[in-house]
């Protein structure tokens, strides 16, 4: 627990510093901690996030899921088919949108099924079985959308990817709207702040059962007992074959669930969009305290390990710092957050875990 | 039973009874086949060849559930403990108790009930934490035994076996695991115990039976036998099946 109250700590000063910084330079005309820019942070780490999830039970049942960034745009790809497909057989959009998430989750499962059914059964090593199908994966994807952005759904998807819960109009002729998005321009549409929009949402539905399965349930209990020691695992009769193909489905699941948002989001399906997350999402795991030695680790800490990263990138961008800058500090901080969580067990004197 | 390694033959057609009531103590040098034997029985291993009756019925496992099951519990050379787990976690693991909402569709962890279970096995013991929420890697190595043992016992087992249960305990709590393994013996439950410490085989065994290079080379009863005579046969200076 002391290294979940290091990261609230962490992320806390980075707020703090990212408020104060941003006020001396910009001359105290531009704040950090303002609606949009919290809104924004959640909207950019909902990806992230979702990756990260999966990838959280995987870890902690020492294993690994490199494959989550391209299921991500296989998923992405596959619910842009499907929508389309189903609103031009005359389904109403909501079914259409409904088929196009049964279809990327589908998608996904059927890729972590075969994940998992490698590792735990034919015994190959996971970091070797998700590299080789992430590039299957990407192969299937950049196939199915034939190299290029899936267009053509239904206009009304927009909505769904970016409306949001709570719309919030500040000053004169202003007010607060839920579930309708107002019809207003100019500076009132300006002064407009979306708030809790709808993917962070089922970000947050997902992240909640996610923190009660692990905490509260046999397989969570189940997924850290495997990370711990899969011999006692086996031993005490657990099905660990069967878990472990479980863990990998269930990693890819949320990948899927991932894709079918950010084809909400940009009503277009990218065979491109979760590669460039996968390092993201791995980081934001390994800063929250989950252990690659698997047996620990919390979902509550992968949640504040993707904000940090959403933190600092987006702090450092209102700081005006060259966006390359961003790679090098939260490789910074992946790093010192393993050398301080290693240096805790040195200190608490812990026997060496494995 | 016969179990291979490769070309390595761990267990050579080694035949074993065990009764009602009973205590039968293994013993061997290191190496003899000991845990390799047990394992066949508690499903671990699968033997090459062999067969186990329980209770008059011929079983097969292919998996340890299948034997935990049946009521074999096996204290494990080894301890086979989830160490990032806690006490309660370790001694319900695989067989957690939940509580169940909405008719079963929703079932939580039961931790607190666990918890005070555990903690009942353990006074069996007599064997004192100080915390049992905390993940037993910070126990030591006697108190992660006390966890094996107290798991072991907990769940009623019609066969215990015991793979060197006493090795890394202190004296006091060496005492309090032969009382519990006659008193388990008392109640009926037949026992097999692996031990290097004679003293402590001859204080609550019945019958021994002695590996040598994964062969069985004597079996007596407690009674007819004495240390010195056993060392031998386990060093491989006596055999009963070499014809003198
Ligand atoms: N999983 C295994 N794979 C290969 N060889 C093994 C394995 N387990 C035990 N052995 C070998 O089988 C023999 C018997 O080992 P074991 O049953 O552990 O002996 P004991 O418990 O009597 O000390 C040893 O030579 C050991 O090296
Ligand atoms: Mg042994």
């Known amino acids: 627990m002391l290294s979940q109250v290091w990261a609230w700590a962490f992320l806390g000063s980075l707020v703090v510093f990212f408020v104060i910084a941003i006020q001396i330079v910009s001359d105290g005309t531009v704040n950090f901690l303002t609606i949009r820019n919290s809104q924004n942070i959640l909207v950019a780490i909902t990806p992230i996030l979702l990756l990260g999830l999966g990838q959280t039970f995987v870890i902690i049942g020492a294993g690994i899921d490199l494959s989550v960034g391209w299921v991500m745009s296989l998923a992405s790809v596959l619910s842009a088919l499907a929508i389309r497909a189903a609103f031009n057989a005359g389904l109403p959009l909501p079914a259409a949108v409904v088929a196009g998430l049964a279809a990327a989750v589908a998608g996904g499962a059927l890729v972590g099924l075969f994940n998992g059914v490698i590792i735990a059964k034919l015994k190959v090593p996971a970091f070797i079985v998700t590299l080789g199908t992430s590039f299957i994966v990407r192969g299937i994807a950049l196939l199915l959308s034939q190299n290029t ?64 399965v692990l905490r509260k349930t046999q397989f969570g209990r189940h997924t850290y007992a495997i990370g711990g020691s899969q011999e006692a695992a086996l031993r005490t009769g657990i099905r660990v074959d069967r878990h472990i193909i479980l863990l990998y489905v269930m990693s890819a699941s949320t990948a899927g669930i991932a894709g079918f948002l ?34 620990a680790g919390t979902v509550i800490g992968t949640v504040i390990g993707a904000l940090i990263i959403a933190v600092l990138v987006t702090g450092l961008v209102m700081l005006n710092v060259q966006a390359f800058w961003q790679f090098i500090v939260v490789g910074t901080v992946v790093i010192l957050a393993v050398l301080i969580d290693q240096s805790r067990d040195l200190i608490v004197g812990r026997a060496k875990r494995r | 039973m016969v179990k291979r390694f490769g070309g390595l033959v761990a267990v050579d057609e080694v035949s074993l009874d065990v009764y009602p009531g009973e205590v039968v103590a293994l013993l061997g040098d290191n190496g003899a086949g000991k845990s390799t034997l047990i394992k066949c029985i508690s499903g671990v291993h699968h033997a090459d ?104 016992v907990y769940w009623d087992a019609k066969l215990l076996i015991m793979d060197e249960p006493t090795n890394s305990l202190g004296v006091p709590e060496q005492r309090k695991v032969l009382e519990l393994i006659r008193k388990l013996r008392d109640q009926g439950v037949p026992i097999i115990l692996i031990s290097h410490t004679l003293p402590d085989v001859f204080a609550v065994a019945d019958r021994l039976v002695v590996l040598h290079r994964g062969r069985k080379v004597t079996e007596k009863q407690a009674a007819d036998t004495d240390t010195h005579e056993i060392v031998q046969y386990m060093v491989g200076a006596l055999d009963d099946t070499r014809v003198q």
């Open chain 2, 49 to 152: 060849k062999g067969e186990i009756y329980f209770e008059g019925r011929r079983i097969r496992f292919s998996r340890p559930i299948d034997a935990r099951r049946e009521g074999i519990e096996t204290i494990y050379q080894d301890l086979a403990l989830a160490n990032n787990l806690d006490v309660g976690a370790n001694i319900f693991l695989g067989r957690e108790v939940k509580k169940r909402y909405l008719g079963g569709l929703i079932q939580v962890l039961d931790d607190a009930h666990m918890r005070r279970e555990s903690e009942k096995a353990l006074n069996l013991l007599e064997i004192h934490f100080p915390n049992l929420t905390q993940p037993i890697e910070s126990l030591s190595g006697g108190q992660r035994q006390a966890v094996a043992i107290a798991r072991a």
């Open chain 1, 149 to 212: 952005t899936v267009i053509g759904l239904p206009r009304g998807v927009r909505s769904y990817g970016n409306d949001a819960l709570i719309y919030l109009i500040r000053g004169e002729g202003g007010g607060i709207y839920f579930f309708e998005r107002p019809e207003v321009t100019g500076a009132l549409l300006r002064r407009m702040d979306r708030i809790l929009p709808y993917p962070v949402l089922m970000t947050a539905l997902v992240v909640a059962i996610a923190i009660f």
């Open chain 1, 262 to 295: 950010s084809t909400l989001r940009f009503t277009a399906g990218s065979a491109v969009i979760g590669d460039p997350l996968l390092l993201s999402s791995i980081a934001a795991v390994i800063i929250g305290g989950v252990s690659l030695y698997g047996g």
